[in-house]
């Protein structure tokens, strides 16, 4: 599959160098086009020479390389980053937190519905939200499964990242529609605010076999 990248920050690194290892084709974009070759370089070293290499340029070329486009800009950078490409017919994955500090709580309610608003004529699926980049880039150890929510309102654009999330060797879980993505941009706040505290979430649930 071929995927631009829209940002080159540690989302980008993570998520782009685990598709490249993959097979994927990979394009990262960026205001700085230097800075994205320069990552587009890094993942090629990290995906032991995959054939063909991650290539960098502008955020314009990463929207149009291919079917599927990540949005891995910081929240607050993400309306102004969809309005200036051309992503019409594109499957747009949000893995973006509206989040500020401290108190952990939500900067904006409904972060992918917004974008999708701006974005109009892509197909916006909200995925990748509720774990860091140093959980996706390793794959999950043998015996655990990691279940990775994702939102979205069409089928073949949710049947993409369900392929994406199962190349990092993860569960594609489907949460519903676009709607709900307000759910899972509230559940990381929940999650990040109780890891601040000293907890942990994986305590909050009671195991698969018992309901709730």
Same mark, same amino acid.
């Given at each position: 599959m071929r995927i631009g990248i829209l940002g080159n920050g540690l989302m980008a690194e993570a998520l782009g160098g685990q598709w490249a290892k993959a097979g994927h084709e990979i394009f990262v974009g960026g205001r700085s086009p230097q800075r994205a070759r320069k990552l587009a370089e890094q993942l090629s070293r990290a995906?032991?020479?995959?054939?063909? $290499?991650?290539?960098?340029?502008? =955020? %314009?070329?990463? $929207? %149009?390389?291919?079917?599927?486009?990540l949005l891995a800009v910081p929240a607050e950078a993400a309306i102004a980053t969809v309005q200036a490409v051309d992503l019409r017919g594109r499957t747009l994955i949000d893995c973006t937190n509206a989040i500020t500090h401290p108190g952990v709580v939500l900067a904006v309610d409904a972060m992918a519905e917004t974008i999708s608003r701006y974005a109009d004529q892509a197909r916006v699926v909200k995925a990748f939200n509720l774990a860091a980049d140093s959980v996706w880039r390793r794959a999950p150890q043998p015996g655990q499964r990691l279940g990775v929510p994702i939102c979205g309102d069409d089928r073949e654009a949710l049947d993409q990242v369900a392929v994406l999330v199962r190349d990092l060797g993860c569960e594609p879980i489907h949460a519903g529609g676009l709607q709900r993505a307000r759910l =899972?941009?509230?559940? $990381?706040?929940? $999650?990040?605010?109780v890891w601040a505290g000293g907890g942990d979430t994986r305590e909050l649930f009671p195991p698969r076999d018992q309901a709730f």
């Open positions: 995906s032991r020479g995959t054939q063909p $290499a991650p290539r960098g340029g502008t =955020l %314009q070329e990463a $929207a %149009q390389f291919g079917p599927v486009v =899972l941009e509230a559940t $990381a706040a929940f $999650a990040i605010g």
